[in-house]
Structure formats: C-alpha cells, structure tokens
C-alpha cells in the first residue's frame, strides 16, 4: 500500500508565497515521477509540476517562472515553492507519484487548499 500525505496549503493574499510538501510512502520504486496537481471548483485536474527520480522537471505553462519542484532530503518526498501567486492559482493541490512495478502504479494524496485572496 502507498500512501501519500501533503502539507502546507492555506490562505495568502495575491503575490505571496506558499510552500508544499509531500512524503510518500510504501512499497515505491525508486525509479518514479513524483507531482503535483490542481483541481480549481468547476474544472478539471491539471498538471502543475513533476520531478522524476532523475531530478527532470516539467511544469505547466501557466506556473513557470513562479514555481519549483524539487526533491526532499528525505526518500519520496517533494516541494512546491510557490511566489507570486494569483488568484488563478486557487485550487485544492493533490500530490501524485507514478512508478512501476509489473504494472505502471498511479497514486494520489487526499489533497491540500491553496487559496489567493485577491
């Protein structure tokens, strides 16, 4: 079983900072692609960010330049540092890691509010 748990959403007026964090933990390759997601209210999840364990990033147009992924010190886990945030960028923020194990394994974190006062 894996389990994921995220930390560090919360309230912040536009132009502010937050940081993320996620562990994940379990039976987990360590060749994996680690994430994170967004779900804003009446639309779809979206990619925002993934790291692999080779340190390869990837990001959605709409958050470079003001987030970074990167891996934890500790095994499977991951940051999101976040500036100048919008308030576009409200959204519950879900926490994701993909590897394989005889089959490609998809999990995901119960999720973590990011909210940008205007």
């Known amino acids: 079983q894996v389990k994921l748990v995220e930390s560090g959403g919360g309230l912040v007026q536009a132009g502010g900072s937050l940081r993320l964090s996620c562990e994940a933990s379990?039976?987990?390759?360590?060749?994996?692609?680690m994430g994170w997601y967004r779900q804003a209210p009446g639309k779809q999840r979206e990619l925002v960010a993934t790291?692999?364990?080779?340190?390869?990033?990837n990001y959605a147009d709409s958050v470079k330049g003001r987030f970074t992924i990167s891996r934890g010190d500790a095994k499977n886990t991951i940051n999101l540092q976040m500036i100048s945030l919008k308030p576009e960028d409200t959204a519950v923020y879900y926490c994701?890691?993909?590897?394989?194990?005889?089959?490609?394994?998809?999990?995901w974190g119960q999720g973590t509010q990011v909210t940008v006062s205007s």
């Open positions: 994701n890691i993909k590897f394989r194990f005889a089959m490609w394994r998809d999990y």
């Open positions: 379990g039976s987990i390759s360590d060749v994996n692609t």
């Open positions: 790291i692999s364990s080779g340190d390869v990033t």
